[in-house]
């Protein structure tokens, strides 16, 4: 990227910046009475929810601050009890990568939002939001709260069967400033970060931050970079008791992709084998291809087995602007109006250099020419291609009065989605085209849909103090999900897709108490039913992502929605040194749906989608924080989970035979058993540290447990019988920090340096399972190592 590409969308930014500042100084508004801004960073470091009736658990700004720069802030709250979090990076941040499952729900059966927005279920081929990586820098994150087994009603997310996680921004400070963090480390990393503070404007209390944030680095493996540069924006007016607030998000991301790998190959080329990406890597690119597509005789070069073992320059890129306001505003007697509008703008493109594809004669060269026969490489770029424009509200009234304290508010959500599968010529002599750019002008449009959802909830909700000692809560939530599919291009099917589908539940309830037994213990529980609309989406478990005749079936059959009923029961205590919770729950999760492809990843095959039965989970976790001595802390989770499938698959073809796949009692997929988080922590002020270990369990990638076919059925005469080898092993890492603050230092203040070392013992490991889906049995080229040993050195400073 050339240096006035960087500067631009910075100095736009800060011209932004500016013109709000100044409109906002020169309106002088006049709030009478007006308070300060409460900052929304957290004392404690470490929260566990008391006087909730669900289990909640909540991290401050330090967790991510003592973080390695630029670590993701799904990986922060990785420490809290029932979570599990996966990625192939050190920072957590990679997004083909990421996954994190909370109590057996993965995080497309989760809700995020950000200040109130809704981020959607962040998956890699987003269609409803996009990753909290990209929403906003981790540097302006104040605090996280994660509601393990079901968000609350307001919440706005329609894929939450599981809990929810809500990040929320720094408010500016009152005080003219300007802070800087400076990080390098392993693989040539590199990253900086600027926030300027301007400080209470005039007497209205106007204040108002802007950042900017620029990291590259290279991959831990094989060749590649993964870059990205944020602009955060945010404006603070107070109005007496209430506030308003606003904010401009504004992000690109480029990152080249880590080998899909499986058990086969991790056994033949091992946990560092990567993609040939590298320029002196082209000539065997195209001889793969060419032995594949049978234009030279194989074999193919050793260690190479199969045209699958490495496939060429992968990335994904990600540009997306996010942009809120929200009104906080107290009035009459007891009363508030909470309000949020939005607008989230994305532009993506995932791309693999593909041998199942030549570039034909004639294909555009992306330059404003033609690339001749001849000249054109066996080799094409394959895209997936998205496109978002959504734009919401989100409003809440709310009267406390007596014993109660009512609630009741909206959420409404338009967002279109286009979606498209291309492919770009590339010349046989050295590809003209760089995977980190988008690509333009392709010879061959295979798919593109138009999509659009719009989504209505509402809820109510009563707050009930009975009496000092006792709180019950009791509401309900409405959701309803339209989903609209529109064929622009389909090349696939002698007819195109186009229809609808809808998800609706008029009432999901949710009741609780919270009771107080002492100043040290209480009691809480919950029970919650959730829904979780269908994805529009022509990739992934979507409807949509099926040939036209089979979305008929679908439609004409019922195609339920899935739902979930949540139970949970647990205690906390809390004393001046010490913190702990305890939890039990069960939960009844109904009408799975699965998604099966039949090809491999690359070639990007229709998903057969049906309703298969429902799942059963129940689980135990325990959390507990120690101020065992001055200065020093020990923080412990432990947790086990039971997920199983509680009933068999069948699965008719179109001769209408059937085929049975022995899912019964079987353990959910990515959900491991056990876990257990420590982490000893030292803190004086001046010198600070961190040493931590997370054990994560086995986990299954195969919904059959196997590795061998148990299927039973015309076609499987003499099914195995299920040996329970689809699971990857058990692994622990060691993750250790250590920092000094300088304090006071001329024209500056708060200077300080950190070092952050992840995975100390340098295991190998397989973080990611399930980046190419999950298959019913046997090996599977689905499974992503897990990074080495990697330092980082970080120096940060007020002025």
């Known amino acids: 990227?050339?240096?006035?590409?960087?500067?631009?969308?910075?100095?736009?930014?800060?011209?932004?910046?500016?013109?709000?500042?100044?409109?906002?100084?020169?309106?002088?508004?006049?709030?009478?009475?007006?308070?300060?801004?409460?900052?929304?960073?957290?004392?404690?470091?470490l929260v566990f929810g008391r006087g909730q009736s669900r289990q909640v658990s909540e991290v401050s700004a330090?967790?991510?601050?003592?973080?390695?720069?630029?670590?993701?802030?799904?990986?922060?709250?990785?420490?809290?009890?029932?979570?599990?979090?996966?990625?192939?990076?050190?920072?957590?941040?990679?997004?083909?990568?990421?996954?994190?499952?909370?109590?057996?729900?993965?995080?497309?059966?989760?809700?995020?939002?950000?200040?109130?927005?809704?981020l959607g279920d962040m998956s890699y081929g987003n269609h409803n939001g996009l990753h909290i990586s990209r929403a906003i820098s981790s540097e302006n994150i104040g605090n996280a709260i994660l509601s393990q087994g079901a968000g609350s009603l307001e919440t706005a997310s329609s894929s939450n069967l599981g809990g929810t996680l809500q990040f929320y921004s720094i408010d500016p400070a009152h005080e003219l400033g300007l802070n800087l963090a400076l990080t390098g480390g392993s693989d040539s990393d590199q990253r900086g970060f600027i926030r300027f503070e301007t400080g209470d404007l005039g007497s209205a209390g106007t204040n108002a931050y802007i950042s900017y944030t620029n990291q590259q680095t290279d991959k831990w493996k094989g060749y590649g970079e993964q870059k990205q540069e944020h602009a955060n924006f945010k404006v603070v007016q107070p109005l007496g008791d209430g506030k308003l607030s606003a904010f401009y998000n504004w992000s690109d991301r480029q990152e080249n992709d880590y080998q899909d790998l499986s058990f086969d190959m991790i056994n033949r080329l091992g946990y560092d084998w990567d993609n040939l990406s590298a320029p002196s890597d082209w000539p065997l690119m195209v001889q793969v291809a060419q032995i594949y597509q049978g234009t030279l005789p194989g074999p193919y070069p050793s260690p190479i087995g199969t045209v699958d073992d490495s496939y060429a320059n992968a990335a994904g890129l990600r540009k997306d602007h996010l942009m809120g306001a929200t009104l906080n505003l107290p009035f009459g007697d007891g009363w508030s109006w909470d309000t949020t509008i939005y607008r989230h703008e994305n532009k993506g493109q995932g791309i693999w250099f593909t041998p199942y594809v030549p570039t034909p004669a004639g294909a555009p060269d992306g330059r404003g020419g033609t690339i001749a026969s001849g000249a054109n490489a066996p080799i094409s770029v394959r895209t997936t291609e998205y496109d978002i424009d959504r734009q919401g509200v989100t409003s809440a009234l709310t009267w406390a009065t007596g014993a109660h304290t009512l609630s009741a508010g909206l959420w409404i959500e338009d967002n279109d989605f286009n979606q498209a599968r291309r492919f770009y010529g590339l010349e046989l002599a050295a590809p003209q085209r760089d995977s980190l750019e988008f690509m333009t002008d392709p010879f061959f449009t295979q798919w593109q849909y138009a999509f659009n959802t719009s989504t209505d909830q509402f809820f109510v909700q009563d707050v009930w103090a009975i009496n000092d000692a006792l709180k019950i809560n009791f509401g309900f939530k409405s959701l309803n999900v339209k989903n609209r599919a529109r064929a622009v291009v389909d090349t696939r099917f002698p007819t195109s897709l186009a229809g609808s589908i809808e998800a609706s539940e008029d009432f999901l309830p949710q009741v609780g108490f919270n009771y107080t037994i002492n100043d040290e213990n209480e009691v809480f529980g919950a029970a919650t039913k959730n829904m979780r609309a269908f994805i529009a989406s022509a990739t992934g478990a979507s409807p949509f992502a099926t040939s036209p005749d089979n979305f008929a079936v679908l439609k004409a059959a019922g195609l339920d929605p899935e739902t979930s009923t949540t139970y949970e029961l647990g205690w906390r205590y809390t004393v001046a040194d010490l913190q702990a919770v305890a939890a039990l729950y069960y939960v009844d999760f109904k009408d799975r749906l699965l998604g099966n492809t039949l090809c491999s990843g690359i070639v990007g095959c229709p998903v057969v989608l049906q309703n298969v039965g429902d799942v059963k989970t129940q689980g135990a976790e325990v959390g507990v924080r120690w101020a065992f001595m001055e200065n020093w802390s020990w923080y412990n989770s432990l947790s086990y989970n039971d997920s199983q499938y509680q009933d068999d698959v069948?699965?008719?073809?179109?001769?209408?035979?059937?085929?049975?796949?022995?899912?019964?009692?079987?353990?959910?997929?990515?959900?491991?058993?056990?876990?257990?988080?420590?982490?000893?922590g030292y803190d004086n002020g001046t010198i600070f540290g961190k040493l931590g270990v997370d054990f994560t369990g086995e986990r299954y990638f195969t919904y059959t447990n196997s590795l061998c076919d148990p299927r039973t059925g015309p076609a499987f005469p003499t099914p195995c019988t299920p040996d329970g080898k689809g699971k990857v092993d058990s692994y622990t890492l060691v993750n250790v920090s250590l920092g000094y603050r300088f304090k006071d230092f001329g024209f500056g203040k708060n200077l300080s340096i950190q070092a952050n070392v992840t995975n100390l013992t340098d295991e190998s490991y397989v973080s990611t399972i399930g980046s190419n889906g999950f298959g019913n049995s046997g090996d599977n080229q689905t499974l992503l190592a897990g990074a080495p040993l990697q330092w980082f050195i970080s120096l940060n400073g007020q002025f």
């Not at 022995?662 to 353990?667: A, L, R």
């Open 1 to 45: 990227m050339t240096r006035s590409a960087i500067k631009a969308p910075l100095a736009r930014a800060f011209n932004v910046a500016a013109t709000v500042a100044a409109v906002l100084a020169a309106a002088n508004v006049q709030a009478a009475g007006t308070d300060t801004p409460a900052d929304t960073t957290l004392e404690e470091v």
């Open 62 to 118: 330090i967790e991510i601050e003592q973080s390695a720069p630029g670590t993701s802030a799904l990986k922060v709250i990785s420490k809290l009890p029932g979570v599990s979090f996966q990625s192939a990076d050190a920072y957590g941040a990679y997004e083909w990568s990421t996954r994190i499952t909370v109590r057996g729900f993965n995080q497309n059966q989760l809700g995020f939002t950000l200040d109130g927005v809704p």
């Open 650 to 680: 069948i699965q008719v073809n179109t001769a209408g035979e059937q085929t049975v796949i022995p899912t019964g009692d079987k353990q959910v997929v990515d959900a491991p058993k056990e876990l257990f988080k420590s982490e000893l």
